[in-house]
């Protein structure tokens, strides 16, 4: 019976939030795309399971050979990352400097401007607008501007 093998099987990933169009929309991100981590016992039935079941291309390792184990420090670098990131909101930003944007909310609203600078950490973008005809920079909210059509 394969489910007494096998013990864990384990995609590592984070949630992220994407605005497109002044909305927000929750993904999941994985750490390490197209991987996933099995704690199992090996042996020839188990291996020839898992590297038959569909979507499967093989273990990592070299061909033929057993798979390469992770290490215990590298196992707990996995699991402590997922944990640090349980819980944080991380929106990911569409923007980049030069982009044209236009603003969707607060005081300056239908402002139309150019990403001067993106800053991730605040999720903040320093925007160029005209303002009786002078570029002025003013800094907002990824969620108070959206990309210009």
Same mark, same amino acid.
């Given at each position: 019976?394969?489910s ?14 994407? $605005? ?8 999941? !991100?994985?750490?390490f ?14 291996k020839?399971?898992v ?13 033929? /050979? ?7 420090? /590298?196992i ?19 923007? !980049? !400097? ?10 300056? $609203? ?10 991730e ?14 570029p ?12 210009? !059509?």
């Amino acid at each position: 019976n394969i489910s007494n093998e096998i013990e864990e099987v384990f995609v590592p990933y984070e949630k992220v939030i994407e $605005i497109r169009n002044n909305k927000k929309r929750i993904k999941e !991100k994985m750490f390490f795309p197209g991987y996933v981590l099995i704690k199992m016992n090996l042996d020839l039935n188990t291996k020839y399971i898992v590297e038959n079941t569909p979507g499967v291309l093989s273990f990592v390792g070299p061909r033929g /050979e057993n798979p390469i184990p992770l290490r215990e420090d /590298e196992i707990k670098r996995i699991f402590g990352e997922v944990e640090r990131k349980e819980g944080i909101e991380i929106i990911e930003t569409p923007y !980049k !400097k030069g982009d044209a944007i236009k603003v969707v909310s607060g005081p300056f $609203i239908d402002f139309k401007g150019f990403v001067e600078n993106v800053n991730e950490d605040k999720q903040k973008v320093k925007v160029t607008v005209s303002i009786f005809g002078r570029p002025t920079p003013i800094e907002l909210d990824f969620i108070q501007v959206e990309l210009e !059509k």
